[in-house]
């Protein structure tokens, strides 16, 4: 019964997950009471990634449950009415670009056979937590967070032109970053060799020697400076 999973989940927790799980959840709360959904959005879709390697959150229900009740589940904890929803002003995170620095490959998948567009960019404020950048597209998120190589694939096969496509940062340092130059920085091997599998069963060729607009720097090059 779901109590029985609850009441045993929370006798393997430790006292350090316990910590960890209830400050999210209190920074969930407060972003709520501050009426600030974007932030409510980004704390929930970082949640996995801040609790990687701990024991699940006991006050969290766990359950296996459809792609289309995951679905379900997904837009109305984020508070969004539709797959399309990014806010009333059209700057907030949108569920595409969360699921995908989630990883997520059911809620990927799902969300596009939904009709998400895969090349919509993210326009609203850079968060520091995520790395999340003004004029990322779902593609260059999952490159900086994501280590589920069927991913990438998925989000390749919708749209291929974004393997090439950099970051709509206009200037700065991250003019001309492209996933790869992300995934590279930051020593992503899964996000890598999801860009190469979706690559080449796209048919189009992974271009290593792209270099960022700012200081020619290629893929390979960020990866020995950064990654």
Not at 169 to 196: D, E, K, M, Q, S
Request: glycine residues 10%.
């Amino acid at each position: 019964s779901p109590q029985h999973v609850l009441s045993s989940t929370h006798s393997t927790t430790s006292p350090f997950a316990q910590l960890v799980h209830n400050m999210i959840r209190l920074r969930i709360e407060h972003e709520e009471r501050r009426g600030n959904i974007t932030g409510v959005r980004m704390w929930r879709t970082m949640r996995p990634h801040l609790t990687l390697g701990l024991p699940r959150d006991p006050l969290v229900e766990h359950f296996s449950v459809s792609p289309e009740e995951a679905l379900e589940n997904f837009l109305a904890e984020g508070r969004y009415s539709s797959v399309h929803d990014c806010g009333a002003d059209g700057k907030a995170l949108f569920p595409l670009l969360g699921a995908a620095m989630m990883g997520d490959e059911g809620l990927v998948r799902s969300l596009l056979e939904a009709k998400a567009d895969p090349t919509r960019r993210y326009r609203g404020q850079t968060w520091r937590v995520s790395g999340l950048i003004r004029g990322t597209a779902p593609l260059h998120a999952a490159a900086g967070l994501a280590e589920n190589p069927a991913v990438f694939e998925i989000l390749i096969r919708n749209a291929p032109q974004l393997l090439h496509e950099p970051i709509k940062a206009g200037v700065g340092p991250f003019r001309g970053v492209t996933a790869l130059h992300i995934a590279a920085a930051i020593g992503n091997a899964p996000g890598i060799l999801g860009l190469a599998r979706g690559s080449e069963r796209a048919g189009v060729p992974l271009d290593v020697n792209r270099t960022i607009s700012i200081n020619r720097v290629t893929p390979l090059q960020a990866a020995l400076f950064y990654g």
